[in-house]
């Protein structure tokens, strides 16, 4: 595996040089609306039939005084046709700045994992943003609110609680063309203080051009108090062709 990440890193900084050595001298005007879709897929057959499909779309509207956000993922895997991955998440946050570094949010997000146990958990959330570094090769926020969550289990068990909402969001433009990513989410729970859980995703892309990239990602989801028969810690690596737009 590890292996692996080498040879795919060495192709996205071997991609990225010619970018990088094309200098720009007027910067666009930066669109009101920004988005990228990622798409991702192996398939193997004769010993072993697998197939494997990733999916990732998001768009934003930075806040002027009103922005929005909104995603939605899908990953699902089979082997020797048996299901063995399949979860959605889909989420949406409305933002309204207070100024250059501040900002206040509401948002709803939903997600469905039924090898985890989640028939479906919704999160309701509210709070407000930080923006420590703002560009132009480094970007750091912090966001906190307070959090309604719904969780539907596929024992047919259903609970409520109220908890919180702590997070970071990282970017690093290293070169021209050529970026890592870092977003951490901690949800404490105030009825129960054993069931929180944390939420951290890092990305390294490298774009092809200005449309295109290549991208690698490290998910992290961890259940502290999870569903009964399921483990605490799930991982996902990927890597996927992204277009921009």
């Given at each position: 595996?590890?292996?692996?990440?080498?040879?795919?890193?060495?192709?996205?900084?071997?991609?990225?040089?010619?970018?990088?050595?094309?200098?720009?001298?007027?910067?666009?005007?930066?669109?009101?609306?920004?988005?990228?879709?990622?798409?991702?897929?192996?398939?193997?057959?004769?010993?072993?039939?697998?197939?494997?499909?990733?999916?990732?779309?998001?768009?934003?509207?930075?806040?002027?005084?009103?922005?929005?956000?909104?995603?939605?993922?899908?990953?699902?895997?089979?082997?020797?046709?048996?299901?063995?991955?399949?979860?959605?998440?889909?989420?949406?946050?409305?933002?309204?700045?207070?100024?250059?570094?501040?900002?206040?949010?509401?948002?709803?997000?939903?997600?469905?994992?039924?090898?985890?146990?989640?028939?479906?958990?919704?999160?309701?959330?509210?709070?407000?943003?930080?923006?420590?570094?703002?560009?132009?090769?480094?970007?750091?926020?912090?966001?906190?609110?307070?959090?309604?969550?719904?969780?539907?289990?596929?024992?047919?068990?259903?609970?409520?609680?109220t908890g919180a909402v702590a997070?970071?969001?990282?970017?690093?433009?290293?070169?021209?063309?050529?970026?890592?990513?870092?977003?951490?989410?901690?949800?404490?729970?105030?009825?129960?203080?054993?069931?929180?859980?944390?939420y951290s995703e890092t990305a390294?892309?490298?774009?092809?051009?200005?449309?295109?990239?290549?991208?690698?990602?490290?998910?992290?989801?961890?259940?502290?108090?999870?569903?009964?028969?399921?483990?605490?810690?799930?991982?996902?690596?990927?890597?996927?062709?992204?277009?921009?737009?």
């Open positions: 595996m590890k292996h692996r990440l080498w040879i795919w890193t060495a192709i996205m900084v071997t991609l990225s040089l010619p970018l990088a050595a094309q200098e720009s001298t007027d910067a666009p005007e930066k669109p009101p609306w920004t988005g990228s879709l990622g798409l991702s897929y192996l398939a193997t057959s004769g010993n072993t039939d697998t197939s494997s499909f990733g999916f990732d779309f998001d768009i934003k509207r930075d806040p002027a005084p009103w922005g929005l956000s909104a995603f939605l993922k899908a990953q699902q895997a089979q082997e020797d046709g048996d299901t063995t991955v399949e979860r959605y998440l889909v989420g949406a946050r409305g933002e309204r700045a207070l100024g250059e570094r501040w900002s206040i949010f509401g948002g709803v997000n939903a997600e469905k994992d039924r090898f985890k146990g989640i028939d479906l958990r919704t999160i309701l959330e509210a709070g407000g943003v930080y923006k420590a570094l703002t560009g132009p090769r480094h970007n750091l926020s912090f966001d906190a609110g307070l959090t309604r969550t719904r969780d539907e289990t596929v024992d047919d068990e259903s609970k409520s609680s997070g970071l969001s990282y970017a690093w433009q290293f070169t021209e063309n050529a970026s890592f990513s870092q977003r951490f989410l901690f949800y404490p729970n105030f009825d129960e203080s054993d069931d929180w859980r944390y390294l892309t490298a774009n092809i051009n200005t449309r295109w990239a290549i991208k690698l990602g490290y998910l992290i989801r961890y259940d502290n108090l999870p569903v009964a028969g399921f483990e605490k810690k799930d991982t996902t690596s990927s890597a996927s062709i992204v277009m921009s737009f």
